[in-house]
DNA sequence: CCAGACGTTGTT
DNA sequence: GTCTGG
DNA sequence: CCAGACGTTGTT
DNA sequence: GTCTGG
């Protein structure tokens, strides 16, 4: 699950909305800072290993927007490869797992927990069993309210041993919500903005109580155009709402009145 | 003691 | 780094 | 997460 | 089937 997401939103506004410090309080190596925002451009389609601009707070400082890579490489690994497979962190273990606990529970200025800000997220809903030739249906997840998402990750650092430093991220899944479950059995946990400074900042006991199951009608989905399925693709076209042709022999007659949402396309889960 | 793992998702 | 398994 | 590769020798 | 790349 959310193993790709948007992001084309200015760093600026991510700023503003996040709460992130901008102006005289960046360092230089802030996604604000003058050399780095010049990279920046807007991601419709972002992939593990792929470096995106995420909220983190060095040991207690002010939380700023930092350039991390997605897919958390931890500090005793051999080489960065394993950060491919730890894109995402089971909240249900994130504190007992070796590769995740120190970054949950021990703070420190190279690692720690993270949000990942996002305009949204995919997600592949699996086709029903025995459809002949059938393929996942990726979709588009979204804030209902049209705000940013602001997903619960960790992060930490590791060092090659030329010495070139990376830092990278975790996304924390859980439960889906009902929205969400109508299309994936996982989530990503998602952090209120009332909560954001407890999450970056609190000890682990507050932060382990914001991991929860965003509540329900928050988020809002369409399917989208299959061809997003490939990470080389990165164009708005990625968000884009599409409508789904019925299965054309597999059921019967089915109703014609389909939204450009999911609802058509269920009855596997709930 | 040292060696080896350290993760999730989804599928069976 | 730290835990588990042998 | 999905898509795409999965290999060497020798020649250009 | 399994790993790598994006």
């Not at 992939?47 to 939380?63: F, G, H, K, L, N």
């Not at 399925?229 to 599409?242: E, G």
Request: hydrophobic fraction near 40%; include cysteine; glycine fraction near 6%.
């Amino acid at each position: 699950m959310c193993g790709r997401y948007a992001l084309h939103t200015h760093p600026e506004v991510i700023a503003l909305q996040l709460g992130v410090q901008g102006g005289a309080g960046i360092d230089a190596r802030s996604t604000l800072a003058p050399e780095r925002l010049a990279g920046w451009k807007p991601r419709w389609n972002i992939a593990p290993t792929e470096t995106m601009p995420v909220v983190i707070a060095r040991s207690d400082a002010a939380p700023q927007l930092h350039w991390l890579r997605w897919g958390l490489i931890p500090s005793w690994a051999n080489d960065v490869s394993i950060g491919a497979k730890l894109n995402n962190a089971r909240a249900e273990s994130v504190t007992e797992k070796p590769a995740f606990r120190q970054a949950f529970s021990k703070p420190a200025s190279r690692r720690g927990r993270c949000l990942i800000p996002a305009d949204g997220y995919f997600e592949w809903q699996e086709a029903p069993a025995g459809v002949r030739g059938a393929r996942k249906q990726p979709y588009y997840l979204q804030q209902a309210n049209g705000k940013l998402l602001a997903m619960a990750g960790i992060w930490d650092s590791w060092q090659s041993a030329q010495g070139e430093l990376f830092e990278s991220f975790a996304v924390l899944t859980i439960a889906p919500n009902k929205e969400a479950a109508l299309i994936h059995e996982r989530m990503p946990v998602l952090i209120a903005d009332e909560d954001r400074q407890r999450w970056l900042l609190g000890n682990p006991t507050e932060a382990l109580a914001l991991l929860r199951t965003a509540p329900d009608d928050t988020l809002r989905t369409h399917a989208v155009d299959r061809r997003m399925s490939s990470a080389r693709i990165d164009d708005a076209q990625c968000i884009a709402a599409v409508k789904l042709n019925e299965p054309d022999e597999e059921s019967p007659e089915t109703k014609a009145a389909s939204s450009d949402s999911h609802q058509d396309r269920q009855g596997r889960l709930l």
